[in-house]
């Protein structure tokens, strides 16, 4: 039976880490903000934006909410965004995305000060991630994953990792900070031939495609570690289902991360703490 990767200390970890910023900060007369825009009232922006609300609300980080209708007109919006980068009070911002057809959520991504970009959705943001500078933040979710095998102590270094997902939000982004730990990568997609012979022979496997229950017990060999990073609706089964198979795949591996409870656990702690390094002027120690 594999180790339980739980993000649950992994948070409180980071929690504390945080705090002691806060409390340096708050000492100085700096409140850490982070101002979250949201358009329209999509069931998992609101469920992610309460999380998170709470998480700030713990550890000493402020909240702001700017919230627009679905049909909010563009120039309200973008005066809001910029009103937001312009705002000295406000260290990090939060924007849920996709955005309607009506808003060019492109030209919103890259508004964003990457000075402020606490989810790393930026070009600029990415260029940090991609060169290992420190410029922006890496993506929340991202970021998560890897402070999972952190805290476990699992040395990517030499290692084989296979990524499934090429997303900009975790898997072009995780593969990074991967191959920056010295593992080597392959990054498999939906035009990978034979990707469970890629993942089995992986020593790290991050699952991050969005496919539902894809990985399953021919994915995995012996001793993997597993991070799962999907969960989502099924709407053939009525109910939330995750990336991996796990009744299938934690009976042969080493180590995985659960869903729910793994990565998903983590990822506001990486938020707060990147308002908390923002309002510091500096993004942290890099790895």
């Not at 933040?137 to 030499?158: K, N, R, S, V, W």
């Not at 990054?187 to 539902?212: M, N, Y």
């Not at 702690?269 to 990147?274: E, G, P």
Request: with cysteine; aromatic share 4%; glycine share 8%.
């Amino acid at each position: 039976m594999a180790t339980l990767l739980k993000g649950a200390p992994v948070a409180a970890f980071l929690n504390e880490k945080t705090k002691k910023k806060t409390e340096t900060l708050a000492a100085a007369g700096i409140t850490p903000t982070l101002a979250i825009l949201r358009v329209g009232e999509r069931s998992e922006d609101v469920a992610y934006e309460r999380g998170a609300v709470k998480r700030c609300a713990s550890v000493g980080v402020a909240v702001r909410k700017v919230v627009f209708p679905d049909d909010v007109d563009s120039s309200t919006f973008f005066d809001a965004l910029q009103a937001l980068n312009e705002d000295e009070s406000v260290h990090g911002i939060l924007m849920f995305c996709p955005l309607p057809a009506q808003l060019d959520e492109r030209r919103a991504r890259q508004m964003v000060s990457p000075a402020k970009d606490a989810d790393g959705c930026t070009d600029a943001s990415l260029t940090g991630v991609f060169t290992n500078t420190e410029v922006g933040f890496p993506p929340c979710t991202a970021q998560a994953a890897m402070e999972i095998l952190h805290y476990y102590d699992i040395d990517c270094a030499g290692k084989r990792a296979a990524v499934i997902g090429r997303s900009l939000v975790v898997g072009r982004p995780v593969s990074m900070m991967l191959l920056h730990e010295n593992a080597t990568v392959t990054i498999c997609h939906t035009k990978t031939a034979d990707v469970p012979a890629v993942a089995r022979q992986a020593d790290i496997l991050i699952a991050c495609s969005g496919q539902l229950e894809s990985v399953t017990a021919d994915y995995v060999s012996a001793g993997q570690v597993v991070v799962d990073v999907g969960i989502g609706w099924s709407e053939k089964k009525g109910k939330l289902c995750v990336e991996v198979a796990r009744d299938e795949v934690q009976p042969l591996v080493g180590a995985g991360s659960p869903v729910p409870g793994g990565v998903g656990a983590v990822t506001t702690s990486v938020l707060a703490l990147h308002v908390a390094e923002a309002a510091a002027g500096r993004k942290g120690e890099q790895r």
